[in-house]
């Protein structure tokens, strides 16, 4: 599965981007899409994450009620809306693919086994 990030920019404090993710490949092995983000100097952290079917959405609590993720099927496209964005929301957006695994705990990067090459979002204040 080959993934391809994109959306992000400059924008202003309080305001919206969307992200999209393009899937190609074996898409069919896809159980979850999550996004990850990266600030200098941090480890890379969970933002959010969907099942690809359409199930169940989690959130860091850093940015609920401000993102949401969703996907196109039929287009093989993960997006992340972000509304409200901070200064701290600045860092390096990565999506990311996960294969279905027992127990598997899908808030953490190890549990991804495909990655984009990430998309820069810088939040000035």
């Known amino acids: 599965v080959q993934l391809q990030a994109s959306g992000g920019g400059l924008v202003q404090a309080g305001g919206s981007l969307r992200l999209s993710c393009a899937a190609s490949?074996?898409?069919?092995?896809?159980?979850?899409m999550g996004w990850f983000r990266q600030a200098p100097g941090k480890e890379r952290g969970f933002v959010a994450t969907?099942?690809?079917?359409?199930?169940?959405?989690y959130y860091a609590d850093s940015v609920k009620g401000r993102f949401t993720i969703s996907r196109d099927n039929a287009k093989n496209t993960a997006y992340l809306q972000m509304n409200s964005l901070k200064p701290e929301d600045t860092a390096v957006y990565y999506c990311?693919?996960?294969?279905w695994g027992w127990g598997v705990d899908y808030n953490g990067p190890n549990s991804y086994d495909f990655w984009g090459q990430g998309t820069h979002v810088t939040v000035s204040s």
């Open positions: 969907s099942e690809w079917s359409g199930g169940s959405t």
């Open positions: 990311a693919a996960a294969r």
């Open positions: 490949g074996r898409t069919s092995s896809v159980y979850v």
